[in-house]
Nanobody, 121 residues
Framework: QVHLVESGGGLVQAGGSLRLSCAAS????????MGWYRQAPGKRRELVAL???????NYADSVKGRFTVARDNAKNTVDLQMNSLKPEDTAVYYC???????????????WGQGTQVTVSS
């Protein structure tokens, strides 16, 4: 089994910063992509930032220049540093990873339980 556990959400004023962290654990053989999605009330889940195992990062246009994704491949962790937060960044943020396990060896898509980020105006 594989688990993704997020931490670091909370309430912050507009213009402030938060750092989200996600740790993957379990029967992990390798991790391909790892990053973050978010879902605001009444909206579809959307990509925020994703990093490949080769450390190529992709960002949503709405967060470019404000958010930074970072991976530690040795620790199976991914962080999201969020600066200059806006009320429209309010959402539940989900950690996401494409993982091959030691038993199945095929890559599957895994999600964390989500962490709430609320930005007040």
């Amino acid at each position: 089994q594989v688990h993704l556990v997020e931490s670091g959400g909370g309430l912050v004023q507009a213009g402030g910063s938060l750092r989200l962290s996600c740790a993957a654990s379990g029967s992990i053989f390798s991790i391909n992509r790892m990053g973050w999605y978010r879902q605001a009330p009444g909206k579809r889940r959307e990509l925020v930032a994703l990093m490949t195992s080769g450390r190529t990062a992709n960002y949503a246009d709405s967060v470019k220049g404000r958010f930074t994704v970072a991976r530690d491949n040795a620790k199976n962790t991914v962080d999201l540093q969020m600066n200059s937060l806006k009320p429209e960044d309010t959402a539940v943020y989900y950690c996401n990873a494409g993982i091959r396990t030691t038993t199945l060896r095929s890559e599957f898509n895994y999600w964390g339980q989500g962490t709430q980020v609320t930005v007040s105006s």
